[in-house]
C-alpha cells in the first residue's frame, strides 16, 4: 500500500529543490502511478506534477508506450514533445537551441519523468536528481 502522506512530503521537498530552481536543468517533472499489476484503473494516473500541466488521458500514449516494451525502437509523447528512447531521451522536435530531454526512472509503485533544458551536463545533474529522489521512495518500498 502507497504511503500518500510520505509521498506528497518527499515530492513536495524534492520538487522546491530541484525543478525551477535558479542553475537547476529540471523544467519539469511527473509523478505517475504505475503498478502493472496492481488496479491501476482504481487509481489516477497522475500522482503529482510541477512546471508542467497534464491531464491523466494526456498520458496515456506514454503509458502504452511503456506497456508496449519496445522502449529502445518507439519515440514517446508527453504534451507536445516527441521524445526518442527509453530512460534517457532526446527531445527530437525541441525549438531550443541548446536541446532537451527527459529521464524516465520506474520505482515499484511509480514512474518519475523529469523534464530539462539543455545537453549532457543537463542530462548528468537531472538524473543525479531523479536518482536521489527515486531512493526515497525505495526506502518505502514505492
Known sequence: MVDWGFTHRAWEKWASINIGS???PLK???????DPSGPSRLMSVLAEQQG????PVDLYPFLDFIRRNNLHTECFLI???????????????TSK???EGAIVMQTAAFL??????GSIGSASRTMAAVDQFAWQLSRRNL
Open 28 to 34: 519539469a517533472a511527473l509523478l505517475l502511478n504505475y
Open 97 to 99: 537551441p541548446a536541446g
Open 112 to 117: 518519475l519523468v523529469a523534464m530539462y533544458e
Open 79 to 93: 504534451g507536445q514533445n516527441e521524445y526518442l528512447h527509453w530512460f534517457c531521451a532526446r527531445c527530437v522536435n
Open 22 to 24: 535558479s542553475g537547476e
Open 52 to 55: 508542467i500541466k497534464v491531464k
